[in-house]
C-alpha cells in the first residue's frame, strides 16, 4: 500500500493505566483489572479507580506535547518501567466514568463552554480597545499591526488602494486558499499534506456555523492541527504562519 510496515514487540506488561486529561489536567486514573489480553474498553476491559502520580505525571506531558485539549492516555508498567502505549484524541469513557462514578463528557462541555466565554468575553474587550485607533471600523473586533491584505480588517468592511471593499468572508476565503497554495507548494510529505488540506476544507464548511460552541471547537482543534503541520517545515512556516494567525483571529482565538 506504500506505507510500508511497522513491528512492535508484545509486552506483557505487570500493570495497564488509563488516565484522561482534560485541559492539561487529569481527571482520573484507571487501572485495568480483569484479562490482560483484552486490549481495551472497546473489547469490554473492566477498569477500577487507582491513583498513581507517575502515570498520572506522564499522561500530563503527553497529552500537552500533543496540544490536545482532551485525550486518553494508556500506559503500561513492566518492571517499573513506564511504556507509553496510546494518546487518543477520541478516547472513550464509559467504563471509565463506571470506574470513577463521574461525567467526563459533562466536564468537557463545561469546559468547553467556559472557554468560549472566555474568548468572546476578551473579544468584546479588544472591540473596545481597537475602535478609538481606528475609526473607520465601528464593527472591527480584530485589527492587526500589518494586515496581510492591504488595509484590510477583519469582521467589518475597508478599502484597500484602489477603492476595493472587502468584507470579513472574502478575506477569510482568500486566506485558505492562499494557505492552500503554500501546503500544496511546499516540500512536507504527502500524508501531512493531505492531513493539512482535508483541516482547511473542512474549516471552510464549518466557518458559517461558527457561532456554534462545539463548532467553534472543532475549528479550534483543526487549526492547532495546521499548526502542527506547518512547524515543521521552516519554508513553509514562515509563508503559512501569518496567514494561520488571521485565520484563527477570525474566530476569535
Not at 509486552?11 to 495497564?16: A, G, M, Q, S, T
Not at 493505566?17 to 482534560?22: A, D, G, M, S
Not at 468572546?120 to 496581510?148: C, G, M, W, Y
Not at 456555523?209 to 513553509?236: A, Q
Request: overall charge neutral.
Amino acid at each position: 500500500m506504500g506505507y510500508g510496515v511497522i513491528l512492535q514487540e508484545f509486552i506483557k506488561f505487570d500493570e495497564e493505566y488509563r488516565v484522561n486529561v482534560l485541559d492539561g489536567k487529569s481527571i482520573g486514573c484507571v487501572i485495568k483489572i480483569n484479562d490482560k489480553e483484552i486490549k481495551n474498553a472497546d473489547q469490554g476491559a473492566i477498569f477500577a479507580e487507582k491513583y498513581n502520580k507517575q502515570v498520572i505525571d506522564l499522561a500530563e506531558k503527553v497529552a500537552k506535547l500533543h496540544k490536545l485539549m482532551f485525550a486518553g492516555v494508556d500506559i503500561g508498567i513492566k518492571n517499573n518501567t513506564l511504556y507509553l502505549l496510546e494518546c487518543n484524541r477520541n478516547p472513550a469513557f464509559e467504563a471509565f466514568d463506571q470506574a470513577l462514578n463521574q461525567d467526563s463528557a459533562k466536564l468537557l462541555i463545561e469546559k468547553i463552554y467556559n472557554k468560549i466565554t472566555s474568548i468572546k468575553s476578551n473579544t468584546k474587550n479588544r472591540n473596545k480597545d481597537t475602535s478609538k485607533e481606528h475609526p473607520k471600523t465601528k464593527e472591527a473586533s480584530l485589527v492587526f499591526n500589518q494586515p496581510i491584505y492591504g488595509n484590510v480588517y477583519l469582521n467589518s468592511e475597508h478599502e484597500q488602494d484602489g477603492g476595493h471593499t472587502y468584507n470579513q468572508n472574502q478575506i477569510l476565503d482568500k486566506a485558505l486558499k492562499d494557505l492552500v497554495k503554500f501546503i500544496q507548494s511546499s516540500d512536507i510529505d504527502e500524508i501531512s499534506k493531505k492531513d493539512a488540506l482535508s483541516e482547511i476544507k473542512d474549516i471552510e464548511q464549518l466557518k458559517e456555523k461558527k457561532e456554534k460552541p462545539e463548532i467553534l471547537s472543532s475549528i479550534d482543534r483543526k487549526i492547532k492541527t495546521l499548526n502542527n503541520i506547518v512547524e515543521g517545515s521552516t519554508k513553509l512556516s514562515k509563508s503559512a504562519t501569518p496567514l494561520i494567525e488571521m485565520i484563527s483571529s477570525y474566530f476569535g482565538f
